[in-house]
């Protein structure tokens, strides 16, 4: 368990923590290439996913408090096997993720200084990064708290500036989208004004652009008064992170039309076009460009560093459970699982290494490895949440278990809501991102992610059902010992 620790964590800085954790500037433009219809989506996915996961991660988070959060939710409610399966998505997709985004630290750097870099200084500067955020990962949040406060800060300012160059844009020259009827706004509805299943896909990106809340839940030991802290940081962030997420969305969507929009520099060419639009001069706009792309950079290093507390927690509980190797569960001196952040380092800076090579020495086609590294990790992130809402519903059946803590009033039909509806929405979130078309067309593209979401399946199986039997094992031998001593303290 963790070592007591002198510091602390206030109600200030959990709320700027959820917003650096949960605001993520990276996945902005591949939400806004939804088109004018994401408002809609917006709409839905709030009241749906939002505001059911971010109660039920507080009434969880405050009832049963520990820095294991979702892992020792799912153990209370199905036992250590399917908490050995959260930890394994959990875990897997954080160095894909990563990964990623030492890729597009690499994209943005060049794109905001107009210079082009060869692999080796690309593979350095990839490297360097996920070793800042592996290093950054061994504090504790309180420690650290001054990086995910300014992190959050700065998403303020480029999301809200961003948000401004578009609102005065489409006041003074109009939209690069406009919406010619209301079918437009419709989600699921094709050009032709059928109904289209491929909309559908817009679930997973919207839903990634909320997960987080769980994590906060993991600070509890940081804070003075958990039972109250964590439910007003979350709603008080919710409510931050709902109003940047649009207003930053907005204003991509009146800058590029959606043909041209980029999934990874579409948050830099979209302040770009705004600034072009409006008449700023060449040199305002270079020297804009590296302040907001200096200020994107620096949140892709708070926004892991503010994630990793919560993620190296839950693994290191597991590694406490024995669902995961013994050696994940060492501390520091200040109670913070170490070994998790290092793994991470280790096989993000791998990913990040051979998908440098192959794209240099292999094949050209492999162009947009932010998004296939993306992909994947949010098909296994996804994965991670699955059994979440149906432990809420099992747990929540036995009552209150802390005085004080946060708990979700209303009667059946409301908490069942609460429980299936999130988990119907991350199905189908799921399932269209593995298999976006009905047609045989979609495998041509999709089949990398399809095979890497399998494998990934196949080897958290393999880690879970080994770690298990070797708990039974060791159980069983733990079990004929006492009851040899008990016979022998008979016979005696």
């Given at each position: ?17 959820t ?16 088109g ?8 839905i ?12 991660s507080a009434?969880?988070?405050?009832q ?6 979702m ?18 998505f959990?875990?897997v ?9 030492a ?7 060049m ?14 500067i ?17 420690q650290?708290d ?24 489409l ?10 009827s ?12 059928g109904?289209?299943?491929?909309g559908?896909?817009?679930v997973?990106l919207?839903?990634f652009?909320?997960?987080?809340f ?7 030991d940081?804070?003075d008064n ?5 439910p007003?940081?979350?709603?008080l962030?919710g409510?931050?992170i709902?109003f ?10 009146v800058?590029?039309?959606l ?15 705004l ?5 700023f001069s060449?040199g305002?706009?270079?020297?804009i ?5 200096g200020?994107?950079i620096?949140?892709l290093?708070a926004?892991?560093?503010?994630w990793?507390f ?9 590694a ?5 190797p ?13 070994v998790?952040?290092i ?7 791998v990913?990040a ?8 020495f ?7 490895l932010f998004?296939?590294?993306?992909s994947?990790?949010?098909?296994s992130?996804?994965?991670?949440y ?5 432990a809420?519903?099992k747990l ?8 004080g803590?946060?708990?979700i ?7 069942t809501l ?21 047609n ?23 880690i879970?059902?080994?770690m ?5 094992q060791?159980?069983s ?8 001593r008990?016979?022998a303290a008979?016979?005696?």
């Amino acid at each position: 368990m963790p070592k007591k620790h002198k510091y602390k964590f206030r109600l200030f800085s959990a709320v700027l923590a959820t917003v650096c954790i949960i605001l993520v500037g990276d996945a902005v433009a591949p939400t806004a290439a939804i088109g004018n219809s994401q408002y809609i989506w917006w709409l839905i996915m709030i009241l749906g996913f939002f505001i059911p996961y971010g109660l039920i991660s507080a009434e969880l988070g405050t009832q049963y408090p520990s820095e294991g959060g979702m892992y020792t939710w799912v153990k209370k409610a199905f036992g250590e096997k399917w908490a050995g399966r959260v930890a394994w998505f959990y875990w897997v997709n954080y160095p894909l993720w990563v990964a990623s985004l030492a890729n597009l630290v690499t994209t943005y750097l060049m794109q905001m200084l107009g210079i082009e870099m060869t692999w080796s200084i690309i593979l350095a500067i990839q490297v360097g990064y996920i070793f800042l955020v592996s290093v950054l990962g061994c504090l504790r949040i309180s420690q650290s708290d001054w990086l995910s406060n300014l992190g959050a800060i700065c998403k303020f300012i480029f999301m809200a500036g961003l948000g401004g160059l578009g609102i005065y844009v489409l006041i003074t020259q109009g939209t690069a989208n406009p919406v010619n009827s209301w079918i437009d706004l419709l989600p699921m509805v094709g050009e032709d004004g059928g109904f289209d299943f491929t909309g559908l896909g817009f679930v997973a990106l919207i839903i990634f652009n909320m997960l987080g809340f769980e994590v906060v839940s993991t600070f509890a030991d940081d804070m003075d008064n958990p039972k109250k802290e964590i439910p007003k940081a979350i709603i008080l962030g919710g409510v931050l992170i709902a109003f940047f997420y649009i207003l930053a969305s907005f204003g991509i969507g009146v800058a590029i039309p959606l043909e041209e929009l980029s999934s990874d520099s579409g948050l830099l060419d979209s302040y770009s076009q705004l600034m072009s639009i409006i008449g700023f001069s060449a040199g305002a706009m270079k020297a804009i460009m590296i302040v907001i792309g200096g200020l994107f950079i620096y949140t892709l290093v708070a926004n892991i560093s503010s994630w990793n507390f919560g993620v190296n927690s839950v693994i290191a509980y597991a590694a406490e459970d024995g669902t995961f190797p013994k050696s994940w569960a060492k501390r520091t001196k200040d109670g913070v699982p170490y070994v998790p952040s290092i793994w991470t380092g280790v096989v993000g800076a791998v990913i990040a290494v051979v998908g440098i090579l192959l794209a240099e020495f292999v094949s050209d086609d492999i162009t947009n490895l932010f998004w296939t590294f993306f992909s994947l990790s949010l098909v296994s992130l996804l994965l991670a949440y699955v059994p979440m809402f149906m432990a809420f519903l099992k747990l929540h059946k036995s009552g209150p278990r802390t005085k004080g803590g946060y708990w979700i009033e209303g009667g059946k039909i409301k908490i069942t809501l609460f429980g299936v509806v999130p988990f119907l929405l991350l199905m189908i979130a799921l399932f269209f991102t593995l298999f976006p078309e009905f047609n045989l067309e979609m495998f041509e593209y999709n089949w990398p992610l399809i095979v890497g979401g399998c494998i990934t399946i196949i080897i958290g199986e393999i880690i879970v059902w080994n770690m298990s039997r070797k708990n039974y094992q060791k159980r069983s031998r733990t079990t004929r010992k006492t009851t040899t001593r008990k016979r022998a303290a008979v016979r005696r």
